[in-house]
């Protein structure tokens, strides 16, 4: 169906996103991290994330997102591109567009326990100096990176994976493809030439027989004709 028209009925099993978390404690990049993600970028939108957010302060959250992009610039990595607005675009969209450019990569907090917090249920995680809020803006990118996956860009995720990241793979299986029928094919000829020149040598070995059986017939009519003129002098 890949190298046909019949591709519309294919269901669609692919992986638009892929999280890829970050230690809070390497303060960057290791270098399985680095390899990791390189072997992925050319497969798959790569969202950057960094892991227990809580675990840092503001300034170290900054400094190790910064230090994250550098070494990502710096090693040729891939990630998800946020797609440029047009002019026309909402001023909100715009403004939230830019505001999750700036947040990558995204440091989150995680938490499945609910917390009283004057008088709301919030999720969270207790410490003795106070709660750190998952839906808080103040302590976790967690909004940000939901609303960026399920609500504003998870259309043009998908693009991504449909336009660049699938059109990729495939070309490169069908080329894959066409070159492992070539050489089948030069195998093919290969062996055919081989077995047409075998035949060949075996029919003028058959021919080269022939002839010498003839030439030693020859050779006994010969003598015999020359015994019999002799009986007759």
């Given at each position: 169906?890949?190298?046909?028209l019949?591709?519309?009925?294919?269901?669609d099993n692919?992986?638009?996103?892929?999280?890829y978390f970050?230690s809070?404690y390497?303060?960057?990049l290791?270098p399985?991290d680095i390899?990791?993600?390189?072997s992925?970028?050319?497969?798959?939108?790569?969202?950057?994330?960094?892991?227990?957010?809580d675990t840092l302060?503001?300034?170290?959250?900054?400094?190790?997102?910064?230090?994250?992009?550098?070494?990502?610039?710096e090693?040729?990595?891939?990630?998800?591109?946020?797609?440029?607005?047009d002019?026309d675009?909402?001023?909100?969209?715009?403004?939230?567009?830019k505001?999750?450019?700036?947040?990558?990569?995204?440091?989150?907090v995680g938490?499945?326990?609910?917390?009283?917090?004057?008088g709301?249920?919030?999720?969270g995680?207790?410490?003795?100096?106070?709660?750190?809020?998952?839906?808080?803006p103040?302590?976790?990118?967690?909004?940000?990176?939901r609303?960026?996956l399920?609500r504003?860009?998870?259309?043009?995720?998908k693009?991504?994976?449909r336009d660049?990241h699938?059109?990729?793979?495939?070309s490169?299986?069908?080329s894959h493809?066409?070159?492992?029928?070539?050489?089948?094919s030069?195998s093919t000829?290969?062996?055919?030439t081989?077995?047409a020149g075998?035949?060949?040598d075996?029919?003028l070995?058959e021919k080269?027989?022939?002839?010498?059986?003839?030439?030693?017939?020859?050779?006994?009519?010969t003598k015999?004709?020359q015994?019999?003129?002799?009986l007759?002098?």
């Open positions: 169906d890949e190298s046909g019949n591709r519309r009925n294919i269901v692919r992986v638009h996103c892929c999280l970050i809070p390497g303060r960057g290791k399985i390899k990791f993600m390189k992925l970028h050319d497969k798959v939108n790569i969202v950057p994330v960094i892991a227990k957010a302060t503001k300034a170290e959250v900054q400094r190790i997102k910064t230090r994250v992009l550098e070494e990502i610039e090693n040729n990595i891939r990630i998800y591109q946020f797609p440029e607005c002019s675009e909402d001023e909100d969209f715009v403004e939230m567009n505001d999750l450019k700036e947040s990558l990569p995204f440091a989150v938490s499945n326990t609910f917390i009283v917090k004057e709301n249920r919030v999720i995680r207790q410490y003795p100096w106070g709660v750190v809020e998952v839906e808080n103040q302590h976790s990118d967690f909004t940000k990176l609303n960026m399920i504003t860009h998870m259309q043009d995720l693009e991504v994976t660049v699938y059109e990729n793979f495939r490169q299986k069908l493809s066409t070159n492992t029928s070539m050489n089948e030069s000829t290969a062996t055919t081989t077995k075998d035949e060949t075996k029919i070995r080269d027989e022939e002839l010498k059986k003839m030439k030693r017939m020859v050779e006994q009519l015999q004709q015994m019999l003129t002799a007759q002098k």
